[in-house]
């Protein structure tokens, strides 16, 4: 038997992959929900797939890793660790993998080792694979987390972001091969990450082949995005070149931006001669047909747009950002800059910056850096957070080119050469003191923390305390179905809603009428179980004292940025308060910093003073022109004392 | 005419007399103060009249009650439990005013409530009592030095009374000299607050003792008669929780005595109405007579249950100089029964009333044996300036253990949310092996503090159902957005 099960030492694995006489398929479940439906998929729907899943004899499931740990938590409402937990108690045989951010993690800033060592820890009691990628393929950012999964016993599969254009040759991918091999010795898997699904066949055809060339016993498996609709063509050429795993997904669910269906990929190498072992048609089959029904009810996280954009070999947005990426041109009302900013300014910017590639956090960089140029009209003149650190080489030095020094200039100020010599360079992250971040926790929960709950509060702050609260008032929802979960415009007078609980006992909740009293509280009756409760709902802020505030415009904001009083200057949810009621401050000192697509962005002082009153608070969501703090001019406060 | 019967209370017990005088064909007139307006009291009467914004002081007020009976032509008062109810001079003005006092006469409230009085009464009647004293004399350094003389003799601890006390209020226990001249004053300074009658005396403590009172009942030919025992002992400091009757001493011919001696009481007190004599039964079954309530009681139902009278139906027929229908003979213990205060109070926050709080589930239980005498509907918001009393659930069974079976099925039936109750805590006490034994005294709940350790409602699926509601009424889920 070829068939790779969860418990055997990466020695066996690679060499049952080696010996196998053909190829073998990742079901990339992770990837088709978050690039295809906003992650939303929830456990409740995999739990469904999970007995189908599990037959179909898969080299992995990939369910965890990348933003899906943060949007468990955060709108899924789940416990990442107990899903993994869950899912492993339905399918005991099929290895789960992992997408890890290198030094990031599963989080968006760089880690400690302790913080990296901790949480690969506690995660390896479930993931068997750990796929590991940084933005800048540069190896140093990853060694950390390659030292903790190899100490951890689990299966490395470090990886090469793959992209497009003169400098992406097969000779600079064999030699990162090279080095990343150094480091971590022979027994890995190797990853080709296609995250945009970028070149044609032959190009994928041509660097498999480079590299097998090289490592002719290397284990490689291809992961792309299907966002031009071609990926099952470099599926075939990675393969007939001597890939041995690639990544797919199931057709009931398949979109545009993901995996392309599994079934499609076997039928179409099967002809080649080349077949998927270990993996039963069947199974593949009856996991699409028991989860179909529930695709509708994720409808409201697929994408804007619908239909194929072949127009990815120019903007090279990585599949998992495409869904995201429209949903803010629509919410921000600049859809229709859409094709300026994907086709023209978006390459232009990622040329500047040094052709580096586009995924997570450099993807967010660019696209952000390419919409501030067009909505601002000054490009670079509104640089986030992030892009000065890109610049100040905090994320690694740029693979081929440094972007040209007008660019240095615009986004660190006239003294920018200054600037890089004195904050330039990878810092140094020291170990966290995890003890008191352990205290922290417990003060904030009011109870001792786990291990795995201290694994996500040190990943995601303040949306883990928040999930850990939600929790405790409302309970396991993962039980609930994406009929009832993700229910839009409420139910139906008289519908019954029936579902399990976590303890596996039945429930029956009848909707019943509703009631508004005088002040605004709405009244909702259910019967639960047969027994009349009322759940009462706090009034709504009314909808007209909100619009009556005007929102107010980019000049506004810095013209009364001038004068001391600090807005939000776009959407975004406050991460951190820099300062105190009282302190002094000087131009250019950072008050606040906010936070928007996974991007923070420093707000400024631009006077002189003393911070007067704070009106923003920990994790506010802001709206463009939102009060965040007031500074008074020391002078003036003279005068009036 | 149709009599028409003015019900000078509110809450569970106005609920319950005016059932009794529907059921006799009569119309009852209801009282409410402002923050009753919403009072189901007030619904069920014939008729109802508003007296004042109150809190509680309209409800006091004998002048008012007396001018709103006779502006309509009201015939009988029934007091209740409570409020006027043992107030000498609401019953005296009642018979002054031509309108019948549905209870004993002042005269007779007047000597039962003075305890010292009471004390004399019972003493020439040679109806045994805890000794005590008469009351201290005012001058302070006299009256300690009396009560250390007392005390002395017949042995520490002693209880402190205020002699127009009542109802578990007034009384503090002594242990020795020094805290007697600390506590003097200050019980002295309470009573004239609570009762405006600072008179104070003494008793001997009779230690973890049983409380068992009798049901008496008397009308105004001199036919006395007791419809059986009652065990109180479940209190928490001095406050009744949970009654039952009879009592679960297994001596009958104890029990026998007891009931004679408490009609012997309320004879020497030419007791008339419905009435309750206190005893106190110490470790060697040696029982004292403690008071007689000359009131309706909270916990007459167990009473009406397991002897099928309707207390408060004959309480109005005697008033308006009927005989009794019934002779000692006549009335049969049958099967036992429990009652308990189903109040909105938080057993785990030292019974910290609940009130303002809407009710916003009401589920009660039902089937045979389960009777409910109580005025919450789904939607109430209960007033915070009045008790916490919401419903008396009272079970029937033919025996014991029937008895507490069934009242644990209720309580697991009963649905309170809004808020929080004594249910849980309950409970916790059916599940008591003490409690199922039957054999408990007045020390019960102090000594099982673990039955305050339970948890609230926090079932999986009311937190998931509040999750649904959310989804419902916003038209979205807001933790999924």
């Given amino acids: 038997m070829n068939r790779i099960v969860q418990g055997m030492n990466i020695k066996e694995v690679l060499k049952t992959v080696r010996e196998a006489d053909g190829y073998y398929i990742t079901n990339t479940a992770r990837d088709l929900s978050q690039s295809d439906f906003k992650n939303r998929i929830l456990l409740h729907t995999d739990l469904l797939a999970a007995e189908q899943r599990e037959k179909a004899g898969y080299f992995s499931l990939e369910i965890t890793g990348g933003a899906s740990v943060h949007v468990d938590i955060l709108r899924k409402q789940v416990d990442p660790f107990l899903k993994l937990k869950l899912l492993r108690e339905a399918m005991p045989n099929t290895m789960f993998q992992t997408l890890c951010r290198g030094v990031n993690l599963f989080g968006y800033r760089p880690y400690p080792q302790n913080v990296i060592r901790l949480t690969v820890r506690e995660f390896a009691k479930y993931v068997d694979v750990w796929r590991v990628f940084d933005f800048m393929n540069y190896i140093p950012n990853m060694k950390a987390v390659f030292e903790e999964v190899q100490a951890a016993g689990k299966i490395l599969e470090p990886c090469i972001c793959f992209s497009t254009g003169p400098e992406h040759t097969d000779d600079f991918y064999v030699s990162k091969v090279d080095e990343i091999l150094d480091v971590t010795g022979e027994d890995i898997v190797l990853c080709i990450k296609n995250h945009g699904g970028l070149g044609t066949p032959k190009r994928i055809g041509d660097l498999v082949s480079a590299i097998k060339d090289k490592h002719p016993d290397l284990v490689l498996h291809y992961h792309g995005h299907n966002t031009d609709g071609n990926d099952i063509g470099r599926i075939t050429a990675a393969v007939l070149n001597g890939a041995n795993i690639v990544d797919a997904s199931d057709h009931s669910f398949c979109g545009f931006y993901g995996p392309p269906p599994i079934l499609s990929v076997m039928q179409t190498l099967e002809d080649y001669g080349h077949k998927a072992v270990t993996v039963d048609p069947e199974a593949v089959i009856a996991s699409s047909d028991a989860i179909r029904d529930e695709r509708p009810h994720y409808e409201i996280f697929e994408s804007q747009f619908k239909g194929f954009l072949p127009t990815v070999q120019i903007h090279k947005l990585p599949g998992g950002a495409m869904g995201s990426s429209l949903e803010q041109a629509d919410k921000g009302g600049f859809l229709k800059k859409m094709p300026d900013i994907l086709h023209k300014e978006l390459p232009l910017v990622q040329k500047e910056l040094g052709n580096y590639w586009s995924v997570t956090p450099g993807s967010q960089i660019l696209w952000t850096t390419a919409v501030s140029n067009v909505q601002g009209g000054d490009r670079y003149g509104n640089a986030s957070g992030d892009l000065r650190n890109l610049l100040l080489g905090k994320y690694g030095p740029f693979p081929f080119y440094k972007p040209a020094d007008w660019i240095y200039e615009k986004v660190l100020g006239p003294k920018w050469q200054q600037v890089l010599e004195e904050e330039g360079g990878l810092e140094d992250i020291e170990d966290m003191d995890l003890e008191k971040e352990r205290q922290t926790l417990t003060e904030r929960i009011g109870k001792e923390p786990t291990e795995q709950q201290l694994v996500l509060y040190l990943q995601h702050p303040n949306d883990a305390v928040e999930f850990f609260k939600f929790e405790e008032k409302f309970g396991k929802v993962y039980v609930l179905p994406p009929s009832i979960f993700l229910k839009r415009g409420g139910f139906d007078l008289g519908e019954d809603l029936s579902f399990n609980d976590h303890l596996g006992k039945d429930h029956l909740i009848t909707i019943g009428p509703a009631q508004e009293d005088e002040e605004g509280k709405t009244t909702i009756y259910l019967t639960v179980d047969h027994h009349n409760r009322s759940y009462i709902m706090a009034a709504e802020q009314k909808a007209g004292a909100a619009a009556a505030e005007p929102e107010i415009g980019k000049e506004e904001i810095e013209e009364l940025a001038a004068v001391g009083d600090v807005r939000a200057p776009f959407t975004a949810n406050v991460c951190e308060i820099a300062v105190e009621v009282g302190q002094e401050v000087s131009v250019g000192d950072t008050l606040v910093v906010v936070e928007a697509m996974k991007m923070q962005t420093p707000v400024q002082s631009k006077v002189d003073g003393v911070v007067a009153s704070i009106s923003t608070k920990m994790g506010a969501a802001l709206k463009p022109g939102d009060k965040l703090l007031k500074i008074t001019n020391e002078q003036e406060k003279d005068e009036e004392e | ?481």
């Avoid at chain 2, 785990?348 to 589930?361: D, H, L």
């Fill in chain 2, 1 to 481: 005419m149709k009599k028409k019967i003015l019900v000078a209370n509110r809450g569970e017990i106005a609920c319950r007399i005016i059932r009794a005088i529907q059921e006799l064909g009569y119309t009852a007139v209801a009282l409410y103060e402002t923050p009753d307006n919403a009072a189901l009291h007030i619904r069920v009467a014939d008729e109802a009249i508003w007296i004042g914004d109150g809190p509680r002081i309209d409800y006091l007020n004998i002048d008012k009650i007396i001018k709103v009976a006779k502006n309509h032509n009201i015939d009988g008062i029934h007091p209740g439990y409570g409020f006027l109810a043992e107030n000498p001079g609401f019953a005296k003005a009642c018979e002054e005013n031509g309108i019948t006092f549905i209870g004993p006469r002042s005269e007779v409230i007047n000597n039962l409530g003075d305890k010292v009085t009471a004390r004399r009464i019972m003493a020439e009647a040679d109806i045994p009592m805890v000794p005590g004293t008469d009351n201290l004399p005012a001058d302070e350094t006299e009256a300690v030095k009396k009560a250390i003389e007392f005390a002395n003799r017949v042995g520490y601890p002693v209880m402190l009374k205020a002699t127009a006390g009542g109802g578990g209020r007034g009384i503090r226990q002594v242990d020795n000299d020094s805290q007697m001249k600390e506590q003097l004053p200050i019980a002295r300074a309470e009573a004239r607050a609570a009762f405006t009658n600072d008179n104070v005396y003494l008793e001997k403590v009779v230690l973890t003792p049983k409380h068992i009172e009798v049901q008496v009942i008397a009308d105004q030919y001199g036919h006395t008669v007791h419809l059986g025992t009652r065990d109180c002992s479940i209190q928490r400091r001095n406050q009744k929780l949970v009654e039952i009757a009879p009592s679960l001493i297994k001596d009958d011919k104890l029990l026998d005595e007891i009931c004679d001696t408490a009609v012997r009481a309320a004879k020497a007190a030419n007791y008339t109405n419905a009435g309750t004599v206190e005893f106190l039964i110490d470790k060697d079954m040696n029982f004292y007579f403690m008071e007689i309530n000359t009131r309706i009681q909270v916990e007459h139902t167990v009473t009406e249950m397991v002897t099928g009278i309707d207390i408060v139906r004959t309480q109005i027929k005697l008033a308006f100089g009927k005989k009794l229908l019934f002779k000692q003979e006549d009335i049969q213990i049958r099967g036992h029964a429990i009652e308990m205060r189903i109040n909105a109070e938080d057993p785990q926050n030292n019974f910290m009333p609940e009130g303002g709080k809407t009710v916003t589930t009401y589920r009660s239980p039902g089937g045979y044996g389960v009777r409910l005498d109580g005025f919450v509907y789904q939607g109430y918001t209960i007033p915070q300036v009045y008790d916490s009393l919401l419903v008396k659930m009272t079970v029937f069974g033919f025996s014991w253990n029937e008895t507490v079976d069934r009242l644990r099925r209720c309580l697991a039936n009963y649905v309170i949310t809004g808020p929080k109750t004594t249910i849980p805590f309950y409970l916790q006490l059916v599940n008591d092996p003490q409690f199922q034994s039957g054999d408990f005294d007045t020390s019960y709940l102090d000594n099982h503090p673990e039955l305050l350790e339970y948890k609230d409602d926090d079932s999986e699926v009311n937190k998931l159902a509040a999750l649904i509601a959310e989804i419902h009424h916003k038209g979205f889920n807001p933790y999924a957005a």
